[in-house]
Each structure stands twice: as structure tokens, then as C-alpha cells.
């Protein structure tokens, strides 16, 4: 089994900068694809960005991309994410994710990908 755990959310004005983490614990059979979700009040939960098992790959949803970046340690078991020139569409609860399937872009991602899913936490953006 393995447990996932974000922090790093709060509250940041727009432009600002957050960085979360996703510890990862238990028991693992090596690295996985792990992903960043994220769900705003009213709305489904959309990918954010995703990585493959080796943190070579990425793929970014559109809204996020070059502002936004993934990567994994795997000798610290943790998921990153770099979050810059926040913006207040960026407000949701953020969730990380793993899975042991095949890489997929975040176009092509879902939910039921990923066995393994954090608690989330709350990223806001003020204006």
C-alpha cells in the first residue's frame, strides 16, 4: 500500500508563487507515474500535470503550461509542484496521484488512472 500526503497549499496573491509536495510512504514496487489534479468548487477534477515513472517525461494541461512545473525525486519518494505566476483561476484543492499504468498526456488523463491519491490541499488566489 502507499500513502500519499500533499502540503505546501495556502493562500497567495495573484502573481505569487506556491510550491507543493507529495510525500509518498508504505510499501512501493518502484517508481510510479504520478500526477497533479486539481478541483475548484462545481467543477470535475481536471489534470494538471503528470510525469512519467523515471521523471523524464511531462505533459501540462494548457492553462498551467510555463507556468507550472512537475517533477518527482524518487530517492525522496516525493512529487513537486512549482507553481508560478499564480493566477486566481488557479484556486482548487490540489491533489497528487500515482498509478502504476502507462504514461498518458494530460489530455488524454483521468482519474481512474491513478490508484493512490493524496487528501489535497487548498491552494487560493486572491486578486
Known amino acids: 500500500q502507499v500513502q500519499l500526503v500533499e502540503s505546501g497549499g495556502g493562500s497567495v496573491q495573484a502573481g505569487g508563487s506556491l510550491r507543493l509536495s507529495c510525500a509518498a510512504s508504505g510499501t512501493t514496487d518502484g517508481p510510479y507515474c504520478m500526477a497533479w489534479f486539481r478541483q475548484a468548487p462545481g467543477k470535475e477534477r481536471e489534470g494538471v500535470a503528470v510525469i512519467d515513472r523515471l521523471g523524464t517525461t511531462t505533459s501540462y494541461a494548457d492553462s498551467v503550461k510555463g507556468r507550472f512545473t512537475i517533477s518527482k525525486d524518487n530517492t525522496k519518494n516525493t512529487l513537486y509542484l512549482q507553481m508560478t505566476s499564480l493566477k486566481p483561476e488557479d484556486t482548487a484543492m490540489y491533489y497528487c496521484?500515482?498509478?502504476?499504468?502507462?504514461?498518458?498526456?494530460?489530455?488524454?488523463?483521468?482519474?481512474?488512472?491513478?490508484?493512490?491519491w493524496g487528501q489535497g490541499t487548498q491552494v487560493t488566489v486572491s486578486s
Open positions: 496521484a500515482a498509478g502504476g499504468g502507462p504514461f498518458r498526456i494530460v489530455t488524454s488523463l483521468s482519474p481512474t488512472d491513478f490508484g493512490y
